[in-house]
């Protein structure tokens, strides 16, 4: 009844914070300078910006709007981000304080009018982006859904092209909001994930950290409407120990993060009442009402949470709290005016002369509910029979269309460009042809130099076989010296184990686990040492192997280590058993490397999936994972011996950056292909084939 009120409470603060937060100037010295004909430097102009929205922070906004108005009619050479910021200030002011849409909706236009040129548009992907936002916003206020879908979608491909994450946190929020609002909670719970996501990677500020908590609060009020309460409670849960972790960062921020703690407390208790633990629901209630009805802090909150909690006395049959706490609610009606509230109001009072047998009283009080819920329901009734997702597909098939039309604009240009290519290229051949007469004189010359050539070839063949030898070489002293290494290094590690049944200080026996995990670190490096030499220059035994057999070994012998990380081994094989000519041992090395690569670097609880494929001339054999990815910069370098791009694990595991490398080398040894697929979203696939 009352909970899908929450979600809108955070909106106003979320926008509207992510104005910049700077060092506070003293109106005082602005209002001497207001008398005078002065005109503001544009970093004067930064400074009044930040304190104009210091000021609307703390609830001075009328005077906030005039005092930056003032300024910006003594300012002159204001850059375009300066102007976006002044005309964002405005829009803010009437699109939230006042309100006036209409108002709102010219400084919106205005907003988009800045960007005039190409070089503006890419520059400031950022700002051109929201400025759709913002003229949609007002758009979907006024019931033109359609006109609103175009601009959050013009928006979001600016965001795309242009790589802002913070443009793309903004659409996806705005379509968890429309997706709310149409009651379908679980898009909305998707949305507002991926918009946390994305806002990572916006600037760090107070206004991306309160927009981050408010998403997941929405995303925990999303789940709680569709019942899914464990899902509600982590949410809920993780939203306070976000603001929790901010505490420090943001203590002049204090009123603006108890606001936040206020509107989570109040969601909470939406799931006790439905679990009918009232007790902990009133607990709740009146911890956010205690916060939020405060003078400065989140007042509509406050009340809708007043009428969560009169429903609860009403549930309860505790009249005498029932009209208490309605009576209070009435008189806030006088500056908090909320149509959906006042209709909650009415029913509640209903719902108490019921309660005292006072018919012709509550029968009012209904008719008044039942009159506002009939124009909240019209109001809303366009909304939800709205197909957001045909108009967003049909959107994505113009933009489709309008980029073949440029990449066939392209093709035009480029098709012309061909044809001159080829006039000058004939052009080129009739010079070539009239110059051949004179390039038989120098026959001679270039075969003497032909001659040269030849021998340096030779040389160059003679220093190709020596590099050659000195690669055997260094192979050979590299074997040599980690074999001579691994008896003293396996010396160590045993004694370090044996040692530990002693007894020590804390601090003697953490060294000793420092000296015993080096040491296995160092024997595991060495271990790859030698592998990769003897991959590189070991002759290929092979013999038939049955793929399935060896997959299932590799596999279950890899399951306990899964099992420490909780993480489980999903296993695909071929319809049939198929037998290839494979060097057994070597290939059960290349999946059993990357499967505990999977394992590695895979969150706890994941799966990781090992597949066989049988196609007409090979047989391929993937490993996915749902682990961290491969970032782009690195993906060339997985492949290299010795290469920069290892990682620890999830858990800190080493990793020293052969296994890849001797896994190609034992794939390619076999005629193979080895490669693989990757994101930080979806994990890591690498596949390898082997010919039949």
Known sequence: MFESKSIIQNRFYSILLFNFFLTYVSIAFFSCNRTTNTILSSKVFNKVLDSANRMSDNGQKNSALR????????????????????????????????????????????????????????KYTTEYGQSFFYKGDVLFDQNKYNEAYVNFYRGKVIGSNGLDECVLSDYSYRMGMIMYRQEHFRLAAAYFKNSAKEGAACSDNFGSFYRIQELTDNAGLSYSSINM?????????????????????????????????????????????????????????????????????????????????????????????????????????????????????????????????????????????????????????????????????????????????????????????????????????????????????????????????????????????????????????????????????????????????????????????????????????????????????????TEPVEINALLTNSVELLRFKAAEKNQVIGLGLLAKPVELNINREKIWRVVSNLISNAIKFSPAGATVLVKAEEFENEVQVSVKDNGIGIPDKLKSQVFNMFTDAKRPGTEGEKSFGLGLSICQQIIESHKGRIWFESDTENGTTFHFSLPK
Do not use: C
Not at 98 to 120: E, H, I, Q, V
Not at 272 to 282: R, V
Not at 330 to 358: G, H, I, P, T
Not at 454 to 464: G, M
């Open 229 to 541: 309460t464990d899902s509600a409670l982590f949410f809920y849960e993780k939203t306070l120990k976000y603001i929790d972790e901010h505490q420090a960062l943001y203590r002049d921020r204090q009123e603006m993060l108890d606001a936040a703690r206020g509107v989570v407390y109040g969601n909470q208790a939406n799931i006790y009442i439905g679990l009918k633990n009232y007790n902990q629901a009133k607990t709740l209630l009146k911890k956010s009402i205690g916060i939020n009805l405060r003078k400065g802090y989140d007042n509509q909150d406050a009340q809708y949470t007043e009428l969560k909690l009169a429903a609860v006395y009403n549930t309860l049959n505790q009249t005498d709290s029932l009209i208490n706490i309605l009576n209070v609610i009435k008189k806030q009606f006088d500056y908090l005016s909320q149509q959906d509230a006042w209709a909650d109001w009415n029913n509640l009072m209903a719902e108490y002369f019921v309660k005292k047998n006072r018919h012709d009283e509550a029968l009012k009080y209904f008719i008044k509910y039942d009159a506002l819920k009939d124009s909240i329901n019209q109001k809303n009734k366009a909304l939800k029979e709205a197909d957001i997702a045909e108009q967003i597909k049909r959107l994505e098939k113009d933009n489709e269309f309008d980029r073949l039309k440029k990449n066939s604009q392209q093709q035009n240009i480029y098709l012309n460009v061909t044809v001159i290519f080829v006039v000058m290229l004939v052009m080129i051949i009739s010079l070539i042809f009239l110059n051949w007469q004179k390039s038989k004189k120098n026959i001679v010359t270039l075969g003497g130099l032909n001659q040269q050539i030849n021998d340096q070839n030779t040389h160059l063949e003679d220093a190709l076989n020596e590099l050659k030898l000195n690669s055997r070489e260094k192979d050979r002293i590299l074997r040599t010296v980690a074999h001579d290494l691994r008896n003293p290094i396996g010396g160590i590690a045993s004694l370090t184990t044996a040692m530990e049944e002693d007894d020590y200080t804390d601090e003697q026996r953490e060294m000793l686990n420092l000296i015993k995990e080096t040491s296995f670190n160092s024997l595991e490096l060495i271990n790859e040492i030698l592998e990769a030499t003897n991959t590189v220059n070991a002759e290929l035994n």
């Open 67 to 122: 005092y930056l108005d003032s300024a910006y009619r003594h300012s002159k050479n204001l850059d375009l981000l300066q102007t976006y910021n002044y005309y964002r200030f405005n829009y803010n002011y009437f699109y939230y304080n006042k309100p006036d849409k209409n108002r709102a909706m010219l400084y919106a236009d205005s907003m988009l009018n800045l960007f005039d040129t190409p070089g503006k548009k890419e």
